[in-house]
């Protein structure tokens, strides 16, 4: 199984700024997920990050509000951009096990809590 | 109509008896299911997948399917009071090969 950190695990930040996590994976990966889930809530996909491609974004999301990087393959960053209390969540890095394509079994970080004021 | 639903809960249980947790997906050509088990403050974690018709069990974990009634379920025999978290449903669409999740139910195992 993948190991996965991210960074950082929690934050309190100022409305109208912006914040990169940062997740790390011990082995290398073809698909990284990016995951929020707010108060209470299930996990709603951001987008999935996809080395040497543009992140492929789900309804809801954009790439101006949620920016992503994918450098390589054990390495990717989210940004949540101008900031507003309603970006307060718990963001969650994920992937899945080289090679299988989309297997449903994910693998997922510790997590990043942010609140905003 | 939600892709995946789950009834919140919470679901209690005295330790020992057997913990049934259900799930209703709405997109008929979906193929694989699975349960993830949250506890609170922690990541969501793999603990069942089901592709077919039936029941699959793994120790004291059963999951049953039955794509017909778009229904999957979770039995937990001999519940713990360590089994006590969320445990989240999830699908992928046949349509999007995507993971969709539940809002998940929690489970309260009580001494």
Known sequence: ?117 | QKEVEQNSGPLSVPEGAIASLNCTYSDRVSQSFFWYRQYSGKSPELIMSIYSNGDKEDGRFTAQLNKASQYVSLLIRDSQPSDSATYLCAVISGTASKLTFGTGTRLQVTL
Request: net charge negative; glycine share 8%; aromatic share 8%.
């Open chain 1, 1 to 117: 199984s993948a190991v996965i950190s991210q960074k950082p695990s929690r934050d309190i930040c100022q409305r109208g700024t912006s914040l990169t996590i940062q997740c790390q994976v011990d082995s290398q990966v073809t698909m990284m997920f990016w995951y929020r889930q707010q108060p209470g809530q299930s996990l709603t996909l951001i987008a999935t990050a996809n080395q040497g491609s543009e992140a492929t974004y789900e309804s809801g999301f954009v790439i101006d509000k949620f920016p992503i990087s994918r450098p390589n393959l054990t390495f990717s960053t989210l940004t949540v951009s101008n900031m507003s209390p309603e970006d307060s969540s718990i963001y969650l890095c994920s992937v899945e096990e080289m090679g299988r394509g989309v297997t449903g079994e994910l693998f997922f970080g510790e997590g990043s809590r942010l609140t905003v004021l």
